[in-house]
């Protein structure tokens, strides 16, 4: 490479670190916002955020980053992976561009103050005093997908879609997700009526906080979760937060009468956070050291929480672990009443307290408003009465309460929508990539029987996490598994979990 | 006004503001690394706060702040309070072009680093890990110090003591630390000579660090700081942070055998954290919502620390309370043995914990090293045998090892040069607030010894925390107690408290 070029790609570099820098300590803002702050310090710290918001997107728009860009796109000296870095960080900053100062200003901003609203009107189960932080918004994302723009032959939401999902779009999505709804429907059905049904109630005992959380200290670190790049808090709505691979940081929430929501929050967000721990740490800053998806990310946190912590060979490796720290709830509890119980398919209310089978319908709610808001079908006082149809229309069940039903989620009052969908594909992409997987290292059930689970933290490692965003997600998707996405996988996957443990077939 | 300066205030307001948030996000990051950052994070954590550093530096420097700071300096049409808003943003920003990007950077990022170190070296007493490290933020603060500049007649050294406390300079508080070292001096040694001696072995039994957090919740509370807009974690050296006067934050550190450190620390954090809790909130982000100087925050710290803290009458009100956490210690301790050895004087090595008439002669030590440091008399691999002897000198004590002499104090690493003075100045400044503030008010001890402290907080909200930076410290000084700082009431104060405890006169 000539000195020139190497030099231009050097100073490329520095300033898109730089700037990632503003995201992370942005970052490390909200983190503290949702496990530490106090009450009347939001205010304050929705503007410090707003203020980084807007730096970091200045940056980023600086006409001397675009001509960098420009010169060094597809630039012949330099290597497939530096290529890949200008592309990634090219298709960023051409989003950015598109959006004015003042919106992401005005949107940060919102967001900051329709978070801390939201929690009390969850709280208080009133939407109305939500709904117009909301309607403003959803009118601010509509203009930010106008201002991104879209694919000849797609619709706005498409443009907040490929925000989470690079390539993303309606169109690739549909045929996807009704193939997926079709098979939770009928598994949903059949399981419906099977006349097998777990001892849900031995989960429901007195589970003391403190012992809920010895077993997730010690099953994250089992998973080999670097305690020492990283710690667990308790926050609401659980969550992971990156601001460097040497520093990623998780939550849960410990609910006493209900031990899976700490047990399968933790091992979910380690799974996040094994993947932001693998990121390489030499490209830290730039799209080389940036997770690919919000699908991948979550294929990493379902692969995790799913395929191997609701396997009945983890639970053969921790479970007298389990049962020693519970020993009056669970001593006299056999594995397998544990192990269905943990799998227990019963549609109900809340996403995150659902089971696998369910789980896609409750994106696909949230996936069919969101195409509504956005293509301007219906508005935000709509919200209620139509959530509660669907979830009616898909699940059998209805909310008596927005807090059990529009209300339920962060994301909303946080701006993010477009998300949704990222869950949904990650159970896909996790059953997809445990078949891959297993073509290398045998039926994964012989190691996590005996808690060995280095082979596949290294193996995601090394098909996965240290690609960064090199390739494109259907690129990577073939590079693991030979294949574009493809949810028979997932559909393959729910029938050998659960046809056995119902006694049912569909 | 016109409305062309309205516009151009209004303009410099908002300018400085999105500065300040800047700091105060910066200011995050720096309390979470020392409260919550896993210890891998670290050298990121370097970097962004280094990134944002650089960033408030770059915008502060930005010639169109200095054009409009130029146009609205000592313009006719601004109000009083407005004025001193561009005096004070002009005199910050005067400091700051003066300094270059890459030394700002350099330093910031430097002292991340020494920070880390410094934990590990004073673990260890190892004294030249640090050294390197230490060396090079001498070297940087020499070249900040030249940038800077001072007046005629003074010295390199002035340049970084006018950062912490604005208008210092060695001529002037030459003799002021002179005379607080004679009365100091005179003190310790008529105190030396006393026969009586307190019961100091009733503050080293078994204090569990959940008691001790009760009493320091509960004392804390009393004062007024407001913990929906604040809180307490704990630090291995206790600091305040604000990011906002609504999101103020305290630490503390438990000592399990020795009661008085979280005590006290609590405390005096607590002393700094209603001064920033009492700034103008509508001033937030401009020199008006700031605190005046490092010498004003000491006062109020040491004014709750001590004149208060250490009074018989605010024992007589939380004695009973701190009995019945402890019964088993305290049970059958009389108020007045508690509350003597809570007052005990005994040279003793570290700075911190250090009892209210030898502690000048710590800060005098550090000052008198520095003041040689900057001069270019002495170099880093002088300081541990400097430090010990001049402990020998003026303390009559000599450390065994560095952690206990020149390693123990944070202050160094974290480039913060200049510093130390201030703690001198607060404590004078407590002694002469106190002295006008009872004029106001009268005896204040009668309102401790029933837990009033309302009027005493009201009192220091209206005469020094609501100003912010409108006045200098001199003037600030002659509108609350009608002089310049005057030791004279501190010399006064010690003799009033220690004499009758000890029984000698000086």
């Avoid at 919200?383 to 699940?395: F, G, I, R, S, T």
């Amino acid at each position: 490479m000539s000195d020139k070029t190497a030099e231009k790609y050097r100073k490329l570099v520095s300033t898109i670190r730089d700037i990632a820098d503003i995201h992370q300590a942005a970052g490390l803002l909200g983190w503290d916002q949702q496990t530490h702050m106090p009450p009347k310090g939001n205010d304050a710290r929705s503007r410090q955020m707003a203020v980084l918001a807007g730096l970091a997107h200045e940056k980023h728009c600086d006409p001397a980053l675009g001509e960098m860009l420009d010169e060094l796109y597809e630039h012949p000296e330099l290597t497939d992976e530096q290529r890949a870095l200008v592309r990634e960080t090219k298709r960023d900053r051409d989003r950015s561009v598109k959006l004015p100062l003042d919106l992401v200003k005005e949107l940060t901003e919102t967001a900051g103050r329709a978070h801390v609203v939201w929690v009390d009107s969850r709280k208080n189960d009133d939407f109305s005093a939500f709904a117009p932080l909301l309607g403003k918004l959803v009118d601010l994302k509509r203009q930010e997908a106008r201002a991104i723009g879209f694919e000849e032959g797609g619709v706005p939401y498409d443009a907040l879609l490929d925000t989470y999902e690079p390539g993303a779009t309606v169109q690739k999505l549909d045929p996807v997700i009704s193939y997926a709804r079709d098979q939770s429907v009928m598994a949903t059905q059949a399981i419906g009526g099977s006349s097998r049904r777990p001892k849900v109630e031995i989960l429901k005992k007195n589970y003391p906080a403190a012992q809920q959380e010895a077993i997730g200290y010690r099953i994250i670190k089992q998973m080999g979760y670097d305690l020492q790049a990283g710690r667990l808090d308790e926050a609401a709505h659980p969550f992971t937060s990156s601001f460097d691979p040497c520093d990623v940081r998780i939550t849960t929430r410990y609910s006493i009468n209900w031990l899976p929501s700490s047990l399968f929050g933790t091992i979910h967000e380690a799974g996040h956070a094994l993947y932001e721990q693998g990121l390489p740490v030499e490209h830290a800053g730039t799209p080389l050291g940036d997770s690919l998806s919000l699908g991948y990310h979550e294929s990493q946190s379902r692969f995790w929480e799913n395929q191997v912590g609701r396997s009945r060979a983890f639970w053969s490796y921790f479970y007298p672990e389990l049962q020693k720290l519970f020993p009056e709830n669970l001593g006299s509890v056999s594995l397998d009443d544990f192990h269905f119980a943990i799998n227990t398919v019963e549609p109900s209310l809340i996403r995150v307290e659902a089971d696998e089978v369910t789980y896609n319908l409750h994106v696909v709610v949230r996936y069919e408003i969101e195409k509504a808001l956005f293509a301007g079908d219906v508005e935000v006082e709509d919200l209620p009465a139509l959530w509660n149809q669907k979830m009616k229309d898909y699940l059998g069940v209805e909310p008596q309460c927005n807090a059990d039903g529009v209300l339920q989620d962060i994301h909303w009052s946080l701006g993010s929508f477009g998300y949704f969908p990222t869950y949904l594909l990650g159970n896909l992409y996790a059953a997809q990539w445990t078949h891959a997987m297993q073509k290398e290292l045998g039926d994964i059930k012989n190691l996590i029987e005996n808690g060995e689970f280095a082979p596949i933290k290294k193996w995601l490692n090394e098909n996965i996490h240290r690609h960064g965003r090199r390739y494109t997600t259907d690129e990577l998707a073939v590079r693991v598994s030979g294949e574009t996405l493809n949810p028979v996988y997932f559909a393959d996957y729910l029938k050998e979990r659960f046809q056995e443990l119902y006694d049912v077939t569909w």
